[in-house]
């Protein structure tokens, strides 16, 4: 095996566990020194409709603080802001109160009492390291597993609020100096402690019965008044876990062993059947090319009666209808491709770590803006090619059309969740940056490379095309274009579900997506793939005397993107227990969103990849 080969399969795995930039340095504190606990949001995988931290009834400060926020965590619906949770270093506290009583009025106890029903998950950072819960699996009791966030309360007939937090600060020695630490640890776990249970004196307070199973529960009664006192305990242990492995815990899979043995046996399944169709289809072109080179003219005329892909010479490269959308999608699909490869190469280097959040959301988006110009110039070059006259409209509809689109959808979700005054509907001043980065950054680019790009010259085509178009005979059943391009869609989909799952269960069930090195295997393996079969469908269709192969190599490579919108119905009804009209407008509405940007991204590949094919075959044969 090639030593290079292994060198990079090498790097790409070790890409898995790559999180920080280098450079960048740990907090250390010193004994006493003190600890802000921040709140982020509160969540559920019910309504995946998050909320500000302070929506709810707890202890406010007398101001309260909400950090500069980047661009990704305005759009994730982080909204970081301080706590009354004092720490300091190294300093246990048994048992602390927030604040004093409070108490909640009818209308806010119902709603308390209904965010609890709704299972919605409480977050917050100490030292920018999430909270999380430890719990024990029961089928493999010597196993923890951690949960991010922790429980706002306990669902079921009564609504118990989780009122009492018991963290746990794990922290390691720094090397250069033993007096300081490092925090590689934050867990929370959460109590429900109902009135009386407590006996406060001061700020101070203590647990009336030892016996944790036998206090009182804090239950909140919906439509009435209820007093709830808030605390909290902290105890500090010492860990030997390292500061740059510290976000191990949160980034550990819970099915790690089916996680790796289904990539690798997919990718292995992908590769295996790749090879065949490649092995097939060079086989076959080089005995037909090198039996066409080998006649003489007399000859010529029966072997082109024998096999048609030669006979439409005259009309292969003739162009489609509709070029102006045709240019639009294949503009927009380089421009998806570019952010998507530069943003993958950046999440392997290291530098969008989970530790900075948004920050992937930020690079894809700005990135998105920035490729805008080589989409432009590789669409305005097409349409070039295609004998399009009108380079404006068709430039300003490539650098619309997706964002537009985007947009649209974006706003009307966004009303839905400013109605619900969710943290996750976006701030006017955030939809005005927005708009500015669309409207002076990717328009001007993907205009001005769509006008260099039609100003360069077309492609060279290697033969020419007749006046008169040829009439295609009827095709066989499975060579209809509905037909073929469903067929087309099956086997990319074969590349990419199972990593599709694990995709989706980091976005909807609020986890952590970290295996940027089997993404990058898996989308190498998926541009293979699209190409490959693609050629294979366009050379049948050639063969088939059948030369309308523009728009069909598009959509013969996105149409995988339809396996993938119905695999999202199936987890959604099989995997999600998402419940009421909001949340399944954005589930549905986001998936729609993500196939379709999968189909251009898709479908641009496998239209290059067809239009190198045809050129190559039609250049290596005599023409007269």
């Given at each position: ?547 309308h192969w523009w728009w069909r190599s598009w959509m013969l490579s996105a149409s995988s993107a339809i396996y993938i919108f119905l695999y999202s119905i199936l987890y959604f009804s099989s995997k999600l227990s998402i419940a009421g009209f909001v949340p399944t407008l954005l589930y549905f509405t986001y998936s729609i969103l993500m196939c379709a940007t999968y189909a251009l991204l898709t479908g641009a590949i496998g239209f290059f990849a067809s239009y190198w094919f045809v050129s190559s075959i039609y250049s290596a044969v005599k023409i007269d």
């Amino acid at each position: 095996m090639n030593p290079g080969a292994v060198i990079l399969l090498a790097t790409l795995l070790h890409g898995v566990n790559c999180f920080y930039i280098p450079g960048v340095q740990p907090s250390e504190y010193k004994q006493e020194d003190p600890i802000n606990v921040k709140a982020v949001k509160m969540t559920s995988v019910k309504t995946q409709i998050p909320y500000d931290y302070y929506s709810l009834p707890f202890c406010v400060p007398e101001k309260i603080h909400y950090r500069s926020e980047n661009l990704g965590e305005v759009l994730r619906g982080d909204r970081i802001a301080n706590t009354l949770y004092t720490l300091k270093t190294k300093t246990d506290i048994k048992c602390e109160i927030v604040c004093p009583e409070m108490k909640i009025p009818a209308a806010e106890s119902t709603l308390l009492a209904q965010r609890i029903q709704q299972d919605y998950n409480v977050h917050m950072l100490v030292d920018n390291l999430p909270a999380a819960t430890k719990f024990v699996r029961v089928d493999k009791p010597s196993v923890a597993q951690y949960e991010h966030g922790y429980k706002l309360g306990v669902p079921g007939k009564e609504a118990l609020l989780n009122n009492h937090l018991a963290m746990v600060i794990r922290y390691h020695k720094s090397a250069n100096d033993p007096s300081l630490i490092r925090i590689v640890g934050f867990e929370v776990q959460p109590l429900s402690v109902g009135n009386g249970q407590l006996t406060p004196s001061g700020n101070t307070c203590g647990f009336k019965n030892t016996d944790m199973k036998s206090i009182k529960p804090q239950v909140i009664v919906p439509g009435k008044e209820n007093v709830v006192l808030y605390s909290y305990s902290v105890r500090w242990t010492e860990s030997t876990l390292g500061w740059a492995s510290r976000w191990d815990t949160y980034l550990s899979s819970r099915d790690g062993q089916v996680h790796w043995f289904s990539i690798i046996n997919s990718l292995t399944i992908v590769l295996f059947l790749s090879g065949i169709v490649a092995i097939i289809l060079v086989r076959t072109l080089r005995r037909d090319i090198a039996r066409y080179n080998k006649l003489d003219d007399e000859d010529m005329e029966d072997a082109i009666e024998e096999t048609g892909w030669k006979l439409v010479h005259g009309d292969v490269f003739r162009p489609p209808g509709n070029i102006k959308l045709l240019s639009a999608l294949i503009a927009t699909g380089v421009q998806l491709l570019a952010m998507f490869v530069i943003t993958l190469l950046l999440a392997l280097m290291g530098m969008l770590s989970p530790a900075s959040r948004g920050a992937l959301m930020s690079a894809a988006i700005f990135l998105f803006a920035f490729m805008g110009m080589f989409g432009g110039y590789m669409g305005g070059r097409l349409y070039r090619t295609l004998k399009g006259d009108n380079w404006k409209d068709t430039g300003v509809l490539c650098a619309l059309l997706y964002p537009g689109i985007v947009g649209a959808c974006g706003f009307l979700l966004n009303l839905f969740l400013w109605y619900k005054e969710s943290s996750a509907a976006i701030p006017f001043t955030t939809m005005l940056a927005l708009l500015a980065v669309w409207l002076c950054i990717s328009l001007p680019l993907v205009v001005g490379g769509f006008f260099f790009g039609f100003r360069k010259q077309p492609y060279d085509h290697p033969v020419r095309t007749n006046q008169i178009p040829r009439q295609v005979p009827e095709q066989v059943w499975y060579m209809t274009r509905e037909v073929s391009i469903l067929l087309a869609g099956i086997l990319p989909f074969c590349a990419v579900f199972i990593e599709l799952f694990f995709i989706l269960t980091a976005i909807w069930e609020n986890r952590f997506y970290y295996m940027f090195g089997f993404l990058f295997l898996v989308f190498l393996i998926l541009v293979i793939v699209c190409s490959e079969i693609t050629i294979v469908k366009v050379y049948f269709m050639l063969c088939g005397e059948n030369y309308h192969w523009w728009w069909r190599s598009w959509m013969l490579s996105a149409s995988s993107a339809i396996y993938i919108f119905l695999y999202s119905i199936l987890y959604f009804s099989s995997k999600l227990s998402i419940a009421g009209f909001v949340p399944t407008l954005l589930y549905f509405t986001y998936s729609i969103l993500m196939c379709a940007t999968y189909a251009l991204l898709t479908g641009a590949i496998g239209f290059f990849a067809s239009y190198w094919f045809v050129s190559s075959i039609y250049s290596a044969v005599k023409i007269d």
